[in-house]
């Protein structure tokens, strides 16, 4: 039979590292995390900058089509003047030529205006995009490193779980299942030192009597405080 209390120290060590490694898991996945919302931040601003820029192209398109109409008309009403007979035929056509003209010019300063915010959106996008690409690297780069230190610690978790197995098999069950319950309650601490008289785990001082049987004898006694195990190290007076 092994020392129940070797045991339960050597399972509470164990207890310990592995939060350590939970713990350590769970700050790389929050790092991962946050490159990730960063990307994903400058990706959906890219992707607001393009759909910007695709509705004003669908104006510019529109503009050109009635700039095109226009040249149309001008151009038939021009074909016509020659055949003209009457003045009054004759200005009348040519009011709705210079008519033509001017919307003409109304339609290419809107569109040099809707270009102008073109190329404006276009050169934010630029900038954003390279941005993004700077922040895909590093997420890529970060990922991959971080994704080996997971699977580091997962290989590392998965051989201690299984030494954790072995230690609860190795207790008597009535213990074993104790010190699971105290362990889910106390914070996973479940097996503390008495030092001096008193409970490491609640700082309360424990009756004179059981820290004498703690440093004489090697029983598992609990904190009558806190329920914690106890175990007192040897050389205390
Ligand atoms: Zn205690």
Redesign the pocket.
Known sequence: MEDKVGLLKELQELDFELSQIAGSSGKLEDELDQCRVERDRIQALVDDLADEMSQIDGQRKELKQSVLHEETIIARSEGRLPDIKTQKEYVAVLKEIDTAKATMRELTTKLEEFDGQYNALAEDRDGKEEELSGLQSEFDERSASINKDLADLAATKKKKDATRDKLLEKLPRAIANRYRALSRRRGGMAV?EARQGT?T????NLPPQLFNILLQSNEIQS?P????L?YADEGQI
Do not use: F, T
């Open positions: 503390v409970c785990g609640c700082n309360m904190c405080h806190c329920s914690r106890l």
